[in-house]
């Protein structure tokens, strides 16, 4: 059984910098599990959107109005995925979730998510 849970999360004037951490359980890697990991945000009224996401390969993506500014990372000691977010702005006020996808051999199989953490961000 895979659990994410999400923490971090909080209030900050625009300019500032929060960090977000999500301790992942119960993900077993070996043949043939693989697991990416995101972060996937959601602001009221508006569609999800996934932010950053980790690769299975190691490799990073963003989405175009976090580049620069966020940071998605992975410590395998710690089963843990973070979310370093510096210059917030107030349109990244949002509920942010940990997702991981879970790949069999090769496909996607299924999404895990985390409980969500809120972002507030104050002009």
């Known amino acids: ?4 849970v999400e923490s971090g999360g ?3 004037q625009a300019g500032g910098s929060l960090r ?16 990416s ?3 996937v945000r959601q602001a009221p009224g508006k569609e999800r959107e996934e932010v950053a996401v980790f ?3 190691g490799s990073t993506r963003y989405t175009d109005s976090v580049k620069g500014r966020f940071t998605i990372s992975k410590d395998n000691a710690k089963n843990t995925l973070y979310l370093q977010m510096n210059s917030l702005k107030s349109e ?17 199989a299924d999404t ?12």
Do not use: E, H, I, N
């Open 37 to 39: 990991m995101k972060w």
């Open 92 to 108: 990244d006020t949002a509920s942010y979730y940990c997702a991981a996808d879970r790949y069999a051999y090769g496909r996607k």
């Open 55 to 57: 690769g299975r390969d």
């Open 10 to 12: 909080g209030s900050v």
């Open 112 to 123: 895990y998510w985390g409980q969500g953490t809120q972002v507030t961000v104050s002009s």
């Open 20 to 35: 977000l951490s999500c301790v992942a359980s119960g993900m077993v890697y070996s043949y043939p599990y693989s697991f």
């Open 1 to 4: 059984q895979v659990q994410l």
